[in-house]
T-cell receptor, first 113, second 109 residues
Framework: DVKVTQSSRYLVKRTGEKVFLECVQDMDHENMFWYRQDPGLGLRLIYFSYDVKMKEKGDIPEGYSVSREKKERFSLILESASTNQTSMYLC????????????FGSGTQLSVL | GQNIDQPTEMTATEGAIVQINCTYQTSGFNGLFWYQQHAGEAPTFLSYNVLDGLEEKGRFSSFLSRSKGYSYLLLKELQMKDSASYLCARMDSNYQLIWGAGTKLIIKP
């Protein structure tokens, strides 16, 4: 089974802190994605990557950056956390040619105080 | 816009059938997806429709009408474990998924 692992299930940070959310997948997938999920809204794409060292902005990249130094790892960085970044963050991966078959991690519930 | 509309919440009885509807913008359409998400867990893939018609997969079926911008997910012989949110998503012309807010399905004994 494909496994997508997010390093933290719950995280509490203070406004202005730099926050790293880590995601690792074990199925050699080329495509990786970061979404945020908020009540009453659909999943919103923050950033995605189709290859190592490659990154593309999604629909809501402001306030975030990403890093993909290795194929299996895709990190989401909040340079200076703000309260409006309190959310559930979901990482996902998919194989080449099948961007629709997303495998999600269990999510990180981030609270920024 | 890129709106995808689905009901916020539905309630059904164990053993019954329920249909969850989804409407979407038809321009730039490349497929329609359904995912299941149990509370506190990751979404998991259920179905993918790119052509009109009904796709059956066990107790779950998904229907698509491209001309009407309409899909539904049909769940038969409902079980308590089917209590979850069901997410509708369409793939756009850039092969990215645009997600609905999800339908919370509550199953009662």
């Amino acid at each position: 089974d494909v496994k997508v692992t997010q390093s933290s299930r719950y995280l509490v940070k203070r406004t202005g802190e730099k926050v790293f959310l880590e995601c690792v997948q074990d199925m050699d997938h080329e495509n990786m994605f970061w979404y945020r999920q908020d009540p009453g809204l659909g999943l919103r794409l923050i950033y995605f990557s189709y290859d190592v060292k490659m990154k593309e902005k999604g629909d809501i990249p402001e306030g975030y950056s990403v890093s993909r130094e290795k194929k299996e790892r895709f990190s989401l960085i909040l340079e200076s956390a703000s309260t409006n970044q309190t959310s559930m963050y979901l990482c996902a991966s998919s194989p080449t040619g099948h961007v629709e078959k997303l495998f999600f991690g269990s999510g990180t519930q981030l609270s920024v105080l | 816009g890129q709106n995808i509309d689905q009901p916020t919440e539905m309630t059904a009885t164990e053993g019954a059938i329920v249909q969850i509807n989804c409407t979407y913008q038809t321009s730039g359409f490349n497929g329609l997806f359904w995912y299941q998400q149990h509370a506190g867990e990751a979404p998991t893939f259920l179905s993918y429709n790119v052509l009109d018609g009904l796709e059956e997969k066990g107790r779950f079926s998904s229907f698509l009408s491209r001309s009407k911008g309409y899909s539904y997910l049909l769940l038969k012989e409902l079980q308590m474990k089917d209590s979850a949110s069901y997410l509708c998503a369409r793939m756009d012309s850039n092969y990215q998924l645009i997600w609905g807010a999800g339908t919370k399905l509550i199953i009662k004994p």
